[in-house]
């Protein structure tokens, strides 16, 4: 069985025990590995040899969850991150350095907004915010000569805006750079970026790959079909040899897997933002039911989007799964069976202090700083997560100050509904 479809690959991918080994993916809680000579660790900090010899590069559990998040996205390599974060910063990291720019949906989430627009630029690392509904002229006019990189959310976190990925491809190959996405909402059971010529991809696992607020985590997909040679000059980290690793040229050493060992052999080694084994071995534990529980959170997602927009205390609702939207069509083409997530936006009635009230008057959806997750959790961006963006930046990133972020959990929709009915009419 050489093509395995994504529901085995969740459930049995990567990992095959021989006779008497663990079933299960066994946790390796050792910060070191034992070798029988020095020059067979030696190789392994010279690249020369494959294997495991200090956790914070890499470990086996972690490779083994690694390599099935690898294999559901289709691409040919990846690496586990302790955060969301961190692999966004890795990601973009990896081929920026001080004196570069990239490009940036603006619509995205708030501490990648940061991010990107504070911490980064504290490095030397510029970066144009953009439009991504843009026509492709305008989005052409923030490429300099410097860029290196452009990035976006397939649905962005939390205003639900769905990517072009084919369009945004096209526009980052023009100007021969890769395209980087965050695709944390759909996961690849809804959406495979590779597909629509994406070249990296990232996700927050603490969200739906995780699926139970136990782990935090993020992790870096490569799809391996950048060409970095081609562009030599403006990916020099790459293509021209590194004097830590005396003089060994990614590139030439490691093919399409120059950009995911890269980013393991010199950000981890140096950052350090290692995933702990224990942490892999849950998110391996939620993997296994990623394709059964994504359906679901997008099947009530639909029931709940379909209540609220036809509710009269509701003064607008945000859902690509409904025809109203205006990114229905686009989910269609790029999301399996035209699914998107679980998340729903909306606003009640009576601005930001009655929105505010009936996130206070709900029951049994918590208000959690999470989303994504099997338990129903809300959220109000303006007052929580994005508190820190001033009201223009807010404006930019699509955040209205009435705007509810409702994760639809795996719990019964009718339950779910009825919450939300008992908390608008207490409000």
């Not at 050493?253 to 080694?269: N, P, S, V």
Request: aromatic share 10%; proline share 3%.
């Amino acid at each position: 069985m050489d093509s395995k479809k994504q529901g085995t690959i969740c459930v049995q991918g990567v990992w095959n025990p021989k006779q008497g080994e663990p079933r299960v993916v066994p946790i390796y809680q050792s910060t070191t590995f034992k070798y029988d000579n020095s020059e067979q660790m030696a190789d392994l900090f010279d690249l020369k040899a494959s294997g495991y010899f200090y956790t914070r590069l890499q470990n086996p559990t972690n490779d083994v969850v690694a390599g099935k998040i690898a294999a559901l996205e289709g691409g040919v390599g990846a690496m586990l991150t302790s955060s969301g974060q961190a692999a966004n910063f890795y990601a973009i990291f990896n081929i920026c350095e001080a004196g570069d720019h990239f490009v940036c949906a603006e619509s995205i989430y708030g501490g990648t907004f940061n991010l990107f627009g504070v911490t980064m630029k504290k490095l030397g690392i510029d970066v144009t915010f953009i439009d991504a509904d843009a026509p492709e002229e305008e989005i052409d006019k923030a490429f300099k000569s410097n860029t290196k990189a452009l990035f976006g959310e397939v649905i962005t976190n939390p205003t639900l805006a769905v990517l072009d990925i084919e369009k945004f491809a096209r526009i980052a190959h023009k100007h021969g750079v890769p395209l980087i996405v965050d695709n944390t909402f759909p996961t690849p059971i809804n959406c495979r970026p590779f597909e629509f010529g994406a070249d990296i991809v990232t996700h927050s696992t603490t969200k739906y790959m995780d699926g139970h607020a136990t782990a935090v985590g993020g992790c870096i997909v490569d799809s391996g079909n950048f060409d970095w040679d081609k562009y030599g000059d403006k990916f020099h980290g790459l293509t021209r040899p590194d004097e830590s690793y005396h003089g060994l040229t990614y590139t030439k050493a490691f093919g399409k897997l120059a950009y995911i060992t890269k980013a393991t052999a010199q950000l981890m080694r140096d950052l350090g933002s290692i995933q702990a084994p224990m942490n892999a071995f849950l998110l391996n534990l939620g993997l296994e039911t990623l394709h059964l529980r994504v359906p679901r959170h997008c099947e009530n997602a639909q029931k709940v989007a379909e209540f609220l927009e036809g509710n009269d205390n509701i003064a607008w609702v945000n859902y690509s799964g409904l025809e109203s939207s205006k990114y229905h069509k686009l989910a269609m083409k790029q999301f399996e069976g035209g699914r998107s997530c679980g998340v729903v936006t909306f606003a009640v009635k009576g601005g930001r202090e009655r929105s505010l009230k009936f996130i206070d008057n709900l029951q049994l959806a918590a208000i959690v700083t999470h989303v994504a997750d099997s338990r129903t959790c809300v959220l109000h961006p303006a007052s929580h997560t994005h508190r820190q963006l001033s009201e223009e930046q807010l404006k930019a990133a699509g955040i209205d100050a009435d705007l509810i972020r409702f994760s639809v959990g795996t719990e019964d929709a009718s339950d779910i509904i009825a919450d939300i009915e008992q908390a608008l009419s207490k409000c």
